[in-house]
């Protein structure tokens, strides 16, 4: 299995970035999938998650700037991230969880990075 997270780079406060996580080994249609970030010194924390059924969640720090989404036919979860601010700068990982039995796959990381 692997993830492979593509898309960071840096932007202008208030400019926007998709992220892209590919995966192989294993179907993002039928698990959840999550990004996450951490910024230095601070803890890893969650971003955004999709699942199976295509219900999405999101950190509270996102208040409505960010859209996870799942392209099917090419196995890979987007995150539009716009109205970005120097507090987003982290690196971004994408995650999903096999559950019997469980393993945790993780992508590489992206770094984002937010000028003011």
């Known amino acids: 299995v692997q993830l492979q997270a593509s898309g960071g780079g840096l932007v202008q406060s208030g400019g926007s970035l998709r992220l892209s996580c590919a995966a192989s080994?294993?179907?993002?249609?039928?698990?959840?999938v999550h990004w996450y970030r951490q910024a230095p010194g601070k803890q890893r924390e969650l971003v955004a998650a999709?699942?199976?059924?295509?219900?999405?969640d999101y950190g509270r720090f996102v208040k409505g700037r960010f859209t996870i989404s799942r392209d099917n036919a090419k196995n890979t979860v987007y995150l539009q991230m716009n109205s970005l601010n120097p507090e987003d700068t982290a690196v971004y990982y994408c995650?999903?969880?096999?559950?019997?039995?469980?393993?945790?796959?993780w992508g590489q990381g992206t770094q984002v990075t937010v000028s003011s």
């Open positions: 080994g294993i179907n993002f249609a039928v698990n959840t």
């Open positions: 999709i699942s199976s059924a295509g219900s999405t």
């Open positions: 995650n999903c969880n096999r559950l019997v039995p469980f393993q945790a796959y």
